[in-house]
């Protein structure tokens, strides 16, 4: 049987770094690092993430402000929002809660944000940064992953992974993470034939997609490291990932829960980012 990766302890481990961290920061800079969220619109979601978002941050002492916006909120006066945090002193962070009502176009303003203060690493100078390989803000999510595969002592170097998804939030970054950790990285996709073949031979499994159980538990080599990253919500309510975690649990070493495991891991790694950005800011 697998064991467990429990995100929600490591989780609270890494914001327990964190609220060192921004202490530290506080104490030498008279002020605590500063994280600035964006929401526009009232999606019943991105509501509860951004509540989350903000009261993990003001637990590992970050300090900043939500900004909600009325869903009518047009290009002009958003892009004046952002310009203005981009030009503050003493914010560090600026997370603009995605997606954007349809009016307005994600990237445009990922792309008004100042990449030293793109805590979500989704700017495109941050992206290219990961690309050729260099120090800078990377997305929360894949940074997750990496920190729990690291924690069961699990070193890609010289495996096989197998990526599934190809989004620029998770797919990815992710596969560009591992390979920088000397993996071989498979990427696979909603054109991928025989999936359940390359599922097979990876010894690293991320499942980025967004189908329930649509990794069944045989596919899965035996001793393999399963992340499932997927959030689906079922019929009855309840959540499950893309990967079927009974049989899966079977077959891999290591397994990451949905929910309690990558879902934790994302707000404290964007936390571990906020403080990153404050002290690159104030080198
Ligand atoms: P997305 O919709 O942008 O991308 C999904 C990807 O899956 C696409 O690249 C597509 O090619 C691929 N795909 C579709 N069908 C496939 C198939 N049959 N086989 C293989 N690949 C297939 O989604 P995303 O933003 O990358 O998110 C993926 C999932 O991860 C979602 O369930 C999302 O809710 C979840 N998610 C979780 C967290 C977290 O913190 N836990 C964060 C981000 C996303």
């Known amino acids: 049987m697998a064991e467990l990766i429990d995100g929600k302890a490591l989780a609270k481990e890494v914001r327990a770094e964190v609220k060192t961290r921004a202490e530290a920061f506080a104490a030498k800079h008279g002020r605590a690092p500063g994280l600035h969220v964006v929401l526009v619109g009232e999606d019943p979601a991105s ?28 290009e002009a006066d958003l892009l004046a929002l952002i310009a203005e945090l981009n030009a503050a002193p003493g914010i560090d962070g600026i997370l603009v809660q995605l997606p ?95 999936l359940a073949e390359r599922v097979g031979e990876a010894d690293i499994v991320v499942a980025a997609v967004g189908r329930a159980e649509l990794v069944q538990g045989d596919w899965i080599k035996k001793g393999a490291v399963v992340i ?24 891999a070493s290591y397994i990451t829960p949905v929910p309690g495991g990558v879902g934790p891991m994302t707000i404290a790694m964007l936390l571990s980012n906020t403080v990153d950005a404050a002290e690159a800011r104030t080198r």
């Open 47 to 74: 509501q509860v993430y951004v509540r989350n978002k903000q009261r993990a941050a003001g637990k590992a002492g970050i300090a900043g402000e939500v900004h909600r916006l009325p869903a009518e909120t047009t």
């Open 100 to 194: 954007l009502p349809d009016h307005l176009d994600d990237q445009t303003i990922v792309d008004a944000i100042d990449p030293e203060k793109d805590v979500d690493g989704l700017h495109p100078f941050n992206a290219g940064l990961l690309f050729v390989g260099r120090h800078g803000l990377r997305p929360c999510t894949p940074s997750g992953c990496m920190r729990m595969l690291e924690h069961v002592g699990c070193n890609p170097k010289g495996k096989r992974a197998l990526v599934l998804g190809r989004s620029t939030l998770v797919g990815k970054p992710i596969a560009l993470m591992l390979l920088e950790k000397h993996a071989t990285v498979t990427i696979a996709h909603s054109r991928t034939e025989d």
């Open 228 to 251: 499932d990253v997927g959030i689906n919500r079922l019929e009855d309510g309840s959540l499950t990932g893309d990967v079927d975690f009974g049989g899966a649990s079977k077959h």
